[in-house]
């Protein structure tokens, strides 16, 4: 009973530390080996690639207003993961003072810039969208 008991806390310990906010310093030191070397495997090329493949899955086609009209995020063609992740690397390693700030602010940014992905008006079509307007 006593080592399921510390079993149990240990699991719950992990996954209060791993629902921490992921800042832009933090991804970086993540993504340092994968920027550089994309045959990388190591644990935190791991994580940066698959916290880029879960922000893209929400963010593409994800609709929001701007002063009451819709717009949505697509990604441009022959974009991949591999080709984000070294300008948010770059981005990031040139602009400290970013370093502790959220990520949707600062990949929106980075991705946007490059023309990676694109600002589009209109109603887009994401797994995220809680609802579609009626008149669409």
Same mark, same amino acid.
């Given at each position: 009973m006593k080592?399921?008991?510390?079993?149990?806390?240990?699991? *719950? *310990?992990?996954?209060?530390? *791993?629902?921490?906010?992921?800042?832009a310093g933090k991804l970086k030191q993540y993504c340092a080996a994968f920027a550089f070397d994309q045959t990388d495997k190591s644990a935190n090329s791991t994580f940066c690639v698959g916290y880029f493949d879960g922000w893209i899955e929400a963010v593409n086609g994800r609709t929001f207003l701007i002063d009451g009209k819709p717009f949505f995020f697509k990604f441009a063609g022959g974009f991949t993961i591999a080709k984000a992740i070294r300008p948010f690397y770059e981005y990031v390693n040139a602009h400290p003072e970013v370093e502790g700030k959220g990520l949707d602010d600062v990949l929106t940014g980075v991705l946007l810039d490059s023309k990676m992905m694109l600002l589009l008006p209109?109603?887009?079509? *994401?797994?995220?969208?809680?609802?579609?307007p009626k008149d669409k």
């Open positions: 080592i399921r008991l510390l079993f149990l806390l240990v699991v *719950s *310990s992990l996954f209060a530390v *791993s629902a921490k906010a992921v800042t209109g109603w887009g079509e *994401s797994a995220f969208q809680l609802h579609a």
